[in-house]
């Protein structure tokens, strides 16, 4: 493991600018009693509207699934080129990062990278609005992921193209994304679908911790986005009052954790940066998961840190996307 003293890579001015300016705003809006100014936040989390128009080859859309909690996703459809029908793109249902307490799926950050992951994975995406802590607090946000794949199933959804093929789901995030991919698909594994098949998980980054403070934490404790009192504080603004961060939903695979040995848990790839305070626990639950006897494959890029996926002036972000279709391509096939 690299011993590299400094917090974080090297970084084009933009992304820098950009992580910079987010941990300013997160951190100017969290109080010390637990809650979030939203309105202050909302200033700044420029949102991007729906755009039925294809822009830059995927067409948007928002389906709502129940108004009474906002509970909505977006959805990506690529442009098929050559008239081609037939069920013959995955569908990712994803969840955006922000701590679980930041953030939405219109957020412009998390539209672009979508648009994105729609237009180079040729795959159908389905964007999450999942409700926020700490006004909702876990299992809320695993309970909206599992009722948007509930609604899907059960559904006609009118601007769900002919060529999503349901038997080909990836349960996907980043960050606290990440973390709520693998709590959805746990969620997921006790219901019955009719058309619908969970055949992978992509957690990027996940948001992962412990009560313990790993070597890499320590280490990298003056990092722009994720250091401990951030993280820290986010776990108390999540978790059921009165947890600690050794709850199954931060410590996947510690003292109180679900035995998954014995369920169907899909095909897993755990994403991480050599810079990532978290990378620890990124690398313990990936470990977990090869234990459990799961199929489980590690990706790491040594010199990125948290959240390098959504800015294309880092190289990395590329070489991601082509690694995550190399593993949507893979577990397809076995289909």
């Not at 003292?255 to 897993?268: R, Y």
Request: proline content about 7%; aromatic content about 12%.
């Amino acid at each position: 493991m690299s011993q590299n003293p400094k917090a974080s890579p090297n970084l084009p001015w933009i992304p820098r600018l950009l992580m910079t300016f987010l941990a300013f705003l997160v951190d100017l809006t969290r109080r010390p009693n637990i809650t979030v100014n939203r309105r202050l936040f909302n200033l700044f989390d420029f949102k991007a509207p729906a755009s039925k128009k294809p822009n830059n080859g995927v067409a948007t859309s928002d389906i709502k699934v129940d108004p009474s909690r906002n509970l909505w996703f977006r959805l990506y459809t690529p442009e098929t080129h050559g008239g081609g029908g037939g069920a013959c793109m995955p569908v990712v249902l994803y969840f955006h990062g922000g701590g679980f307490c930041y953030l939405a799926a219109n957020s412009f950050s998390f539209d672009r990278y979508c648009r994105r992951l729609a237009r180079e994975l040729r795959a159908v995406i389905v964007s999450v609005n999942y409700r926020l802590a700490p006004e909702h607090r876990h299992p809320c946000q695993r309970e909206d992921g599992v009722d948007v794949l509930k609604f899907i199933d059960e559904t006609n959804i009118e601007n769900l193209p002919a060529y999503a093929n349901l038997k080909q789901c990836f349960i996907a995030g980043d960050s606290a994304g990440g973390n709520l991919a693998h709590q959805v698909t746990l969620g997921a594994i006790e219901k019955k679908f009719r058309k619908l098949k969970i055949v992978g998980l992509i957690a990027i980054q996940p948001l992962l911790g412990g009560e313990e403070r790993t070597e890499s934490e320590i280490r990298l404790q003056k990092s722009t986005l994720m250091p401990m009192h951030r993280t820290d504080w986010m776990w108390k603004a999540f978790l059921p009052q009165g947890s600690n961060r050794d709850h199954p939903a931060t410590n996947i695979f510690g003292p109180n954790s679900v035995d998954i040995s014995g369920l169907n848990f899909p095909a897993t790839m755990v994403v991480v940066g050599g810079f990532d305070p978290l990378q620890d626990w990124q690398r313990r639950y990936y470990d977990g998961l090869k234990k459990s006897g799961k199929e489980a494959y590690l990706i790491e890029y040594p010199n990125c840190g948290h959240s390098f996926y959504v800015h294309t002036q880092i190289p990395e972000s590329f070489l991601l996307i082509e690694e995550m279709k190399n593993f949507i391509g893979l577990q397809s096939a076995y289909q």
